[in-house]
């Protein structure tokens, strides 16, 4: 399992003076790459290869409130992978100093090419270094139709 600590500042408060939703956001988008860098996985081999994650989305279920003065710490784990590595999904849980889970998040992505911007495979080496992370007990085998599972379509707006 990753884990990276955070302090929470007063500008990742609220109106409701508890952590705000764009920090859990934020939060999980920058453990997601420092958990890429641990694996090799820097922004300069990305920019070599034209490959950046995109994220599709993130479900966060919120278990208890968060306030400043005590650090809280992320985690991730992969949760899954398609087996060219195109798709893959994370699991992150907050905690508190203490340890208590105070939220969890799916979240579920995929490579895209940044000249093509189009999905794309990772490089084998970034292949393999993703297949060597730390797996979640529930992962598995992600395909094309796991990324449409909640069935939304764009929407234009109408015409008035």
């Not at 600590?5 to 920090?23: G, K, M, P, T």
């Not at 995109?54 to 400043?68: C, G, L, Q, T």
């Not at 905690?95 to 940044?114: Q, R, S, V």
């Not at 000249?115 to 270094?129: C, E, F, Y």
């Amino acid at each position: 399992m990753f884990i990276k600590n955070f302090e929470v500042r007063w500008s990742d408060l609220d109106a409701n003076r508890h952590l705000a939703n764009s920090a859990y956001v934020n939060m999980m988008s920058h453990t997601r790459m420092e958990f890429l860098n641990s694996l090799g996985l820097t922004l300069n081999q990305m920019a070599q290869n034209q490959l950046s994650p995109v994220v599709f989305h993130e479900h966060i279920y919120y278990f208890r409130e968060v306030f400043p003065g005590k650090p809280i710490s992320v985690s991730l784990e992969v949760k899954g992978l398609s087996e060219d590595g195109t798709f893959f999904e994370f699991e992150h849980n907050f905690y508190t100093h203490e340890g208590k889970n105070i939220a969890t998040c799916d979240m579920m992505g995929a490579w895209i090419h940044l000249q093509t911007r189009k999905l794309a495979s990772p490089t084998a080496t970034m292949l393999a270094a993703f297949e060597n992370a730390d797996r979640n007990e529930n992962f598995r085998i992600l395909t094309k139709e796991d990324t449409r599972k909640f069935g939304r379509k764009p929407k234009d707006l109408p015409a008035f």
